[in-house]
């Protein structure tokens, strides 16, 4: 298994600020991803965070929103940026290790 | 419609009653984990299937993948309140490049003493 490291696990934050979301994994890994769970609803693909280069979004996420930094193998931040209400939802940070996929704890940010 | 459906959408269990999940993929499955998610928590890795056919185990919880690869159940044993959470599927769609997973909306177990 791997062992991830998430933080904060939870925040309140203000609307129009910005939050960034830590994950620190206990091994080297190639890849790595940032999932978010809105209230109710499964786990939805945000970006593959790319050591070395710019992170891979999917559709209907934007780095502007959601830039993301893997500075290297063991490492990523994720920041939820200019938040609105829409923006409340758990944050999970994922990592591929051969052919299992493991999840950090979350993050459950609530913004007023 | 729905790459990943999930079934059923909950379930209510007396303890000491067996149960089953499925999970089915519209596409074929080139992986399909489990997890398990207790309410506003994180991902508990539970197992990943890759081959048709294939079945693992893990305690009082055995998961499936039939030979079209297409679908999956997960099957407890004798239910205890520690197996209450909400029970995820993910399935690997991309066959090895853009690995991504895609997720099944959860079913929410509770297991009555």
């Known amino acids: 298994s791997a062992v991830i490291s998430q933080k904060p696990s939870r925040d309140i934050c203000q609307r129009g600020t910005s939050l960034t979301i830590q994950c620190q994994v206990d091994?080297?890994?190639?890849?790595m991803f940032w999932y978010r769970q809105q209230p109710g609803q499964s786990l939805t693909l945000i970006a593959t965070a790319n050591q070395g280069s710019e992170a891979t979004y999917e559709s209907g996420f934007v780095i502007d929103k959601f830039p993301i930094s893997r500075p290297n193998l063991t490492f990523s931040t994720l920041t939820v940026s200019n938040m609105s209400p829409e923006d409340s939802s758990i944050y999970l940070c994922?990592?591929?290790?051969?052919?299992?996929?493991?999840f950090g704890q979350g993050t459950r940010l609530t913004v007023v | 419609s729905q790459e990943l459906e999930q079934s059923p959408q909950s379930l209510i269990v007396q303890e000491g009653k067996n149960l089953t999940i499925n999970c089915t993929s519209s596409?074929?499955?080139?992986?399909l984990y489990w997890y398990k998610q207790k309410y506003g928590e994180g991902l508990i890795f539970l197992m990943m299937?890759?081959?048709?056919?294939e079945e693992k185990s893990h305690e009082k919880i055995t998961a499936k993948l039939d030979e079209k690869k297409q679908q999956s159940s997960l099957h407890i044993t004798a239910s205890q309140p520690s197996h209450a959470g909400i029970y995820l599927c993910?399935?690997?769609?991309?066959?090895?490049?853009?690995?991504?997973?895609?997720f099944g909306k959860g079913t929410l177990l509770t297991v009555n003493p």
């Open positions: 596409k074929t499955l080139y992986g």
């Open positions: 993910g399935a690997d769609h991309s066959g090895g490049s853009n690995y991504k997973l895609t």
């Open positions: 994922s990592v591929k290790r051969n052919t299992e996929a493991f």
């Open positions: 299937l890759q081959k048709g056919g």
């Open positions: 091994s080297q890994v190639t890849m």
